[in-house]
């Protein structure tokens, strides 16, 4: 690399000169954006070896188990990077999502030590936490020695970092001071509105500010709009994941729990309660009214596609799913707008639930030294900011990644009210759950039951006291309650 | 010589193609998806004018998907391969094992022939994911976990079940006066299990053949648990088009078309056999 170009990359790292100038800087001297974007992960290789032992490992090979996700295919497109700053190999396996889980749960309830890391979601550790399938890397975070000094622990978004941590005891707060870091988080999901701007105009009807407004909204779209449009998307499957989404972050917004936690530890059901029964009631109005034909049957993929497709006018659900369906082949790429919501008219922001990615240690690795030097560089500033910057590796985890103006104009650009919205919610944005480890069993009735209000099979208050008391029998049965 | 009416004629023939139309509906359907991009099939209402393209197709075998978030590689070739590999050398395993030993169980009755025959059997009915862990351990110190010759023995769990109860009825069909007479011309046992036996067991053993190569190619979950992303059969590859930034509608139609296409093939092609050898296996006389 010449001298000048070198010298001004550096400066760029060094904080001294913007991405802006960078680029003009680059462009004066000739580079090509595509050179300049190889030059400049050389240049952050070079400014991370410099400061911390990355050749420790040397030759040695770690194996991961991925999910197919463009999160790891951001970390594929940079794994040359890490195996030139530390001389280690890596393979990895990557499974389809429909079945990833699956694989998870054999290789460790196997004990397998094929696979060093793996890609998990916080929930799932609050099973392998316990059973002891994962390390807690509090160990290798908080060691100078182990950890580089540019990683910053503290970037990570506060809601975020302390809701892939958790101490182990049913109802143990997430982030508690003596809890466990199970997993380290690499991207994230907020669950806000993502609408279809013409639809909207059509119409004219107004962004939804509260659960009263979205309710009339949906109704008024399905109405109005024509053509099988309906309102509103969102999850109705039997699964938990129908509860973690918009329904979830909507009812945090009320100030509604799942659990009540005793102070001797003792967990309860908490979703029978006057404010439940209420919000229930407007969630299951607005599904009948204003929601898909067969929406028990709706995961991910289905809200997804409608919005993409044209035949729904707007989700509740994952912001991130909403940026994808703005993409690619999609009838509405580049049709969609987005939006917080904050549900509870009397609530000051936004309280989204959200679903973390992250990166897990198998307490089977054969050294785990080494696949934390994976790790700290898969989730560290530098592969962040190339991820968020270079693919689609939305939402990213650190705050210097979201101050990045080269990373806001590229969203600003393609995805009116994106940067807004996270910003809208992203401090009251953490996971809502109580931990304990009857989650997934839980919120799969709690989906059930869902599913038998909205079929009229049940009330709403009555179903919802129904669920209370088999949720509580269950915890009993297990000792949690 | 039977004689129907007109109408009943057309009756018959209504409901014929009724009930053709019914079953063949989905197959016919995910061929054209598989003709058509994402856009199309996902069209208000769905249209059967459409203009086709080869897309879906080439993304399989170039192995380069175009999805919302960019382009992903996909395996989908190698996963085709594993699954033909997998299920012919595991059904020729099964065959080479299984046709003796239902032999042996049909013409010689010995001290816990049916026990031994029960317990293979037993194979067929066990949950797999029951089977799956202990069997993972055992992989892990054999040094067989994540290989074919692993994942082999393992689908015999699945073919050689079938085929030895399968053949067994049918080697008790054939009058054992038959090889006795050759036996009696100074031939050897071996000599009349190869030339007497085996030829007129033809038919029931391409039909159970045929049935465990269908049943090996269904299989999903051994593979799944047992092995690598690299020796994942076709099962598990089709779902990789299922994706957070999208289902790749034309792809998994396409990816369907050229997945079923060996069976088909196969099953067209030996449907004879199937047929014929099945119900005579399983008629006693």
Not at chain 2, 79 to 89: A, E, G, H, R, Y
Not at chain 2, 180 to 189: L, N
Not at chain 2, 201 to 210: D, E
């Amino acid at each position: 690399m010449h001298e000048k170009e070198k010298d001004l990359i550096d400066a760029f790292l060094r904080g001294q000169v913007d991405r802006r100038g960078l680029i003009k800087g680059l462009g004066a001297m000739g580079l090509a954006a595509g050179t300049a974007g190889t030059l400049l992960n050389l240049g952050q290789t070079r400014a991370l070896a410099a400061d911390f032992d990355w050749q420790a490992h040397k030759g040695k090979t770690i194996k991961l188990l991925l999910n197919k996700h463009p999160y790891a295919d951001a970390m594929i497109a940079d794994l040359e990077n890490f195996k030139k700053l530390t001389g280690m190999n890596v393979v990895y396996d990557v499974f389809p999502e429909d079945v990833y889980f699956d694989k998870v749960t054999a290789a460790l309830s196997a004990s397998s030590p094929e696979y060093d890391a793996f890609m998990t979601g916080a929930y799932m550790t609050w099973t392998y936490g316990p059973a002891g399938w994962v390390t807690d890397l509090n160990e290798w975070i908080k060691d100078p020695a182990k950890t580089n000094p540019n990683y910053a622990w503290d970037d990570f978004l506060p809601g975020v970092k302390n809701s892939c941590a958790w101490n182990g005891k049913p109802g143990g707060a997430l982030g508690s001071e003596d809890a466990k870091q199970w997993c380290i988080p690499w991207g994230f999901e907020q669950n806000n509105i993502t609408y279809n701007k013409a639809m909207f105009d059509k119409a004219g009807v107004a962004i939804p500010g509260n659960m009263d407004e979205m309710v009339a909204a949906a109704a008024k779209l399905t109405k109005d709009v024509g053509g099988g449009v309906y309102g509103i998307g969102v999850r109705g499957s039997r699964s938990w994941a129908t509860i973690h989404p918009g329904f979830l972050s909507a009812y945090a917004n009320f100030d509604q729990k799942d659990l009540n936690v005793s102070a001797d530890g003792k967990l309860s059901a908490a979703m029978n309660t006057a404010g439940s029964k209420a919000f229930h009631k407007q969630w299951v109005q607005m599904i009948q009214e204003s929601g898909p034909k067969d929406w028990s049957t709706y995961t991910w993929y289905q809200v997804g596609t409608d919005l993409g497709a044209g035949a729904s006018a707007m989700i509740f659900d994952a912001d991130i799913l909403g940026y994808f369906m703005n993409g690619g082949d999609n009838k509405m790429a580049g049709k969609l707008a987005f939006a917080n919501f904050k549900a509870n008219p009397a609530a000051k922001a936004a309280t989204p639930n959200i679903w973390i990615w992250s990166l897990a240690m198998s307490n089977f690795s054969k050294d785990k030294d080494a696949t934390w030097y994976f790790m700290q560089w898969a989730s560290g500033p530098e592969h962040g900011l190339f991820g968020a910057t270079k693919m689609d590796f939305v939402n990213p985890v650190r705050q210097s990644v979201w101050k990045d103006q080269g990373f806001r104009d590229k969203l600003n650009k393609s995805y009116p009210g994106y940067v807004e919205m996270f910003d809208a919610s992203a401090p009251g944005a953490s996971i809502k759950f109580t931990a304990q480890p009857l989650f997934f069993d839980l919120t799969t009735e709690w989906a059930a039951t869902l599913q038998k209000m909205v079929a009229k099979e049940v009330p709403v208050d009555e179903g919802l006291d129904k669920l209370a008391e088999s949720i509580n029998g269950q915890l009993k049965e297990a000792g949690l309650g | 010589m039977e004689h129907t009416s007109l109408l009943e004629r057309i009756l018959r023939g209504v409901a014929l193609t009724l009930v053709v139309i019914f079953f063949m509906f989905p197959i016919v359907w995910i061929f054209m998806m598989s003709f058509q991009t994402n856009e199309t099939i996902l069209r208000i209402p769905p249209q059967l004018i459409f203009e086709p393209t080869l897309a879906n197709y080439t993304a399989l075998i170039t192995g380069k998907l175009m999805t919302a978030a960019g382009t992903l590689d996909i395996a989908f070739m190698r996963n085709l391969w594993n699954s033909v590999f997998l299920s012919v050398t595991s059904v020729a395993v099964s065959l080479l094992l299984g046709v003796p030993a239902a032999y042996a169980f049909a013409r010689h009755k010995f001290r816990g022939s049916e026990d031994i025959a029960f317990t293979l059997l037993s194979f067929k009915f066990a949950p797999a994911l029951l089977v799956l862990l202990p069997l993972t351990l055992y992989f892990q110190k054999l040094g067989l976990a994540n290989t074919y010759i692993g994942l082999i023995w393992v689908y015999q769990l699945i073919c050689l079940p079938l085929i030895l109860w399968i053949v067994r009825g049918y080697f008790e069909d054939i009058p054992a006066d038959i090889e006795y007479a050759y036996r009696i011309g100074g031939h050897s046992w071996f000599a009349t299990f190869r030339k007497i036996a085996l030829p007129l067991a033809g038919p029931g053993i391409a039909a159970a053949g045929l049935l465990a190569f269908i049943f090996a190619w269904n299989n999903f979950v051994f593979a799944l648990v047992l092995a690598s992303a690299d020796k994942q059969p076709v099962t598990v590859g089709a779902l990789a088009f299922i994706t957070s930034s999208g289902i790749q509608y034309g792809q998994i139609s396409a990816a369907i078309v050229l997945s079923i296409t060996p069976t088909l093939a196969l099953a067209l092609y030996a449907q004879r056999y199937l047929v014929e050898g099945l119900s005579l296996g399983a008629v006693k006389g």
